[in-house]
């Protein structure tokens, strides 16, 4: 397993595991992605054997990125990493893959995340919890859900 960048071949495998996971990340359609990914400061795949085996995208802060989400920690935060998605397919879970993206992702800067609490998406906040993300916040979402928003610290130099 390889954690490399996304490339344009990757796209339609990326769209396909993002709408096989709508319960927890919004969904997108080509053009979409292809802007998210423009704006990403990180478009991550896992490449499995020639498998896109999962993704993640983060999204830097000043960007024109349109997510109420990201606008809520963009007015928190002046230097942090904004995780947009992480979606590993369902064939690839319970395999290292969202551990190595996220090691990956939260080298450097405070990496800034929200996760469905109403209704609470389970799996994902005690994932969190134990990766040592913390709620800062809650924010309603236009689909009727309320989102709880989570920051995590970068690990700190010689430790």
Wanted: aromatic share 8%; net charge negative.
């Amino acid at each position: 397993m390889q954690i490399r960048n996304v490339t344009s071949s990757d796209l339609n495998a990326v769209l396909a595991l993002n709408q096989g996971a709508l319960e927890g990340v919004g969904t997108l359609d080509a053009d979409r992605l292809q802007w998210i990914v423009g704006l990403a400061d990180q478009a991550l795949v896992a490449d499995v054997g020639g498998d896109v085996g999962g993704f993640g995208i983060t999204i830097a802060p000043g960007t024109a990125y349109d997510s109420p989400n990201y606008r809520w920690f963009e007015e928190r935060f002046e230097s942090h990493c904004y995780l947009d998605r992480i979606v590993v397919s369902p064939g690839h879970r319970r395999t290292g893959i969202a551990s190595l993206l996220y090691a990956q992702i939260e080298a450097t800067l405070p990496v800034t995340l929200e996760i469905y609490a109403e209704p609470p998406n389970e799996v994902s906040l005690a994932f969190h919890a134990a990766r040592g993300y913390e709620e800062i916040g809650r924010l309603p979402q236009d689909n009727g859900k309320v989102a709880a928003m989570f920051v995590k610290q970068p690990p700190r130099l010689g430790s």
